[in-house]
């Protein structure tokens, strides 16, 4: 009888510890700078990102809320020295919410597995399951959105 209460403690011990661990995990996720995604505000009608803030060459994750409603996007610089940015969505897969994630210098659609050239993403490579082009302007010090342009992507999330 000894023996099967210890066992049940253990088990109990045991299923705490992990439900401890994945809420600490859930948590940390929703702490500002602990998730995918960076929350970014619009002034004067666009969004500013600083352009040494992307261009190490790895994929910047960022949201804007609209009504309640995040639209996500991304930011990666190529291997062609621009950077490029696109909702994390496309046109095939956005309804089941995956987005992408970079593989070198490729991004990877974390719903359908496809690969796409970072170099290639932009308003020529739209349509299909290509992340969807975002049009920004960018100068030497920033990258700049448009609130209205931010807006159309809406439809994908």
Do not use: W
């Amino acid at each position: 009888m000894v023996q099967s209460s210890t066992k049940a403690c253990k088990t109990f011990l045991l299923v705490a510890i992990a439900l401890v661990a994945m809420a600490t995990v859930a948590f940390a996720f929703s702490l500002p700078g602990m998730g995918k995604y960076e929350k970014v505000k619009p002034a004067g009608g666009s969004v500013t990102i600083p352009v040494d803030k992307v261009s190490d060459g790895k994929a910047h994750y960022y949201k804007f809320t609209d009504a309640g409603k995040e639209i996500n996007f991304f930011i990666v610089k190529g291997n062609d020295g621009q950077l490029h940015v696109a909702f994390d969505a496309c046109d095939v897969c956005y309804r089941e919410k995956k987005g992408y994630e970079q593989a070198g210098d490729k991004m990877n659609c974390l719903n359908c597995n496809q690969k796409f050239a970072i170099n290639r993403i932009g308003a020529a490579s739209a349509g299909g399951c290509n992340p969807s082009h975002l049009p920004a302007k960018i100068d030497g010090s920033k990258v700049t959105i448009s609130v209205n342009d931010l807006k159309t992507g809406a439809r994908f999330f």
